[in-house]
């Protein structure tokens, strides 16, 4: 049933594959506003056929200056406008946080409908720990940046999460098996299509599956949080070898402590040993 709109922002999740998991609000909400912002006309346009709508686009995307905003600023102070993504919820990793928060600042009513999230999805397939997680982005594209990142972020008492590309999965295992050994990686694909896939692994042994069978599609990567591994799972003696190639004893001690979340002073007796 059509309800008449207020004016304002509505901010709308679409599907990242299934057409079928939109919501009923979403599509009564798409329905009754005067235009939709979006970051790619051509692949909203194809959702809104799908859905049977004709509606104002208006490009909304990483590319939007400020002359851009204001006029949906003033827009939607007149008519109900949505913001939506080209796939999952927007502001998840996609543009439009600037347009909510001036909104917002400006006394425009904005309302948020939930809806599918790649990240959530993943998160839920993985079966690591789930009591507490952390969306962190895209994983940098150059390698150093990349591994800084995940040495940031390696000591939260966490599950990470990641969004990356088929063509960097490789790298990103690789700075993984570097930065955070030992830990359970989950990459999830294609999600809620017909062809999805989570597996879990070892960053190495999903390295080599991914080498045999080359991904496509847009990837969400699960890592396990520090401490979540068992002793046996770990090659201690080897992490420490690899530390004590470039470090003293009580700094690879340490090291390895952050990475994996054992005990400091058990490593640091066990590096004098192999020292």
Known sequence: MEHTLSPGLYIVATPIGNLGDITLRAVD?????????????RVTGKLLHHLGLKKRLIRYDDHAGEGDRERLLTLMEAEPVALVSDAGTPLISDPGYRLVRT????GIVVTSLPGPNAAVVAMTLSGLP???FLFAGFLPNKAKAREDVLGELRNIPATLIFYETAPRLDAALAAIDKVLPGREVAVARELTKKFEECRSGSPQE??????????KGEIVLVIAPPGSASVEDLDV????????SEAKASQAAAAVARATGLDRKTLYARALELK
């Open 237 to 244: 003696d080897a992490l420490l070898r690899e530390a004590l």
């Open 206 to 215: 999903l390295a080599q599956h991914y080498a045999a069978h080359p991904p």
């Open 103 to 106: 909104a917002r600042e400006r």
């Open 29 to 41: 909400t798409l329905r009754g506003v005067s235009a939709v912002a979006c970051e790619d006309t």
């Open 130 to 132: 789930n009591d507490r």
